[in-house]
């Protein structure tokens, strides 16, 4: 899945994301970061997507290309699409995930329960684990160890490849992604359907809309983010607005936007940037 192109967008935004209860600002929150330096940290998931929303329309009313760069996992593992959807490709999980995964102006989601009931859709237990909430439900092992029978690849093959990347079936504790991919497609979808035909979905549509959806992996510059911290310095705010710049002063995103030739890719997505670090810190 090789979609050639010399995009250099406008502009470029870099999304922190989190799958939290209740409003959170500052460490373990969602920040929105901008090539400009600049970055903002939402509450709320809803008030995250009337940002994005906001952004999205100026830069449509000015003419300008803009990347969204979002920190969770695009896709699941090859074959869950088709299990889960009856169809192959990652955008069918997208559009299933929209319409059942609710997410309130007070950041309360389902979840949680939602991930226990697409276990229960498919054979032996998981793939989902870890419930962080006092809920019990039968089909949501706490325990990785505990599943069995599911079927499905523990990671990615981009998630295989990138230093640090977790499993996306794990819903809590440390470095977890689970909850985020599920609230974070969620939130992505329903802004492709607030604006039909100008959002494209990299790697799994063509580039030609004049906005892209990649997902990134704000730990690609894990040194450089380090380097910048110290006293009173939010490390998620570092982290989008130096991969933000990083990215922006490229001269091209072609040679980042170049897959590997792999037909798992369709169902499971790519991580921009992957394998291209030396260039990324280039720009710093």
């Known amino acids: 899945m090789r979609h050639r192109t010399a995009l250099r967008p406008e502009r470029l935004a870099i999304l922190d994301w989190s799958a939290a209860n209740r409003p959170r600002q500052g460490k373990d929150s969602i920040w929105l970061g901008l090539s400009d330096g600049t970055a903002s940290n939402p509450r709320t998931r809803a008030l995250a997507f009337e940002a994005l929303a906001a952004l999205i329309e100026d830069s449509l009313t000015r003419g300008e290309t803009l990347l969204i760069g979002a920190d969770f996992p695009f896709g699941y593992p090859a074959g869950f699409a088709r299990a889960l959807t009856g169809r192959d490709g990652a955008l069918a999980v997208w559009g299933w995930l929209a319409a059942q995964l609710t997410d309130g102006a007070d950041n309360r989601s389902n979840r949680i329960e939602l991930a226990a009931r697409i276990n229960a859709m498919l054979p032996g237990l998981g793939p989902f684990w870890f419930n962080p909430t006092r809920q019990g439900f039968a089909a949501l092992p706490h325990k990785g160890s505990l599943r069995d029978g599911h079927g499905f690849p523990e990671h990615r093959l981009a998630d295989a490849t990138a230093k640090g990347a977790q499993s996306p079936w794990k819903l809590g504790g440390a470095g977890a992604v689970g909850s985020q991919a599920l609230t974070g497609i969620a939130m992505l979808e329903r802004l492709r359907q607030a604006f039909p035909g100008r959002i494209a979905v990299w ?47 490229l001269p091209s995103l072609a040679p980042l936007l170049e897959t590997p030739d792999d037909p798992r890719i369709a169902d499971e997505g790519w991580i921009l940037g992957l394998g291209h670090e030396d260039s990324l810190r280039a720009g710093l």
């Open 203 to 249: 790697p799994f549509e063509p580039q030609t809309a004049p906005v892209i959806l990649a997902e990134v992996f704000p730990s690609i510059l894990a040194p450089e983010v380090n380097a910048r911290l110290g006293p009173g310095v939010i490390k998620d705010q570092v982290q989008v607005t130096l991969l933000a710049r990083a990215l922006h002063a």
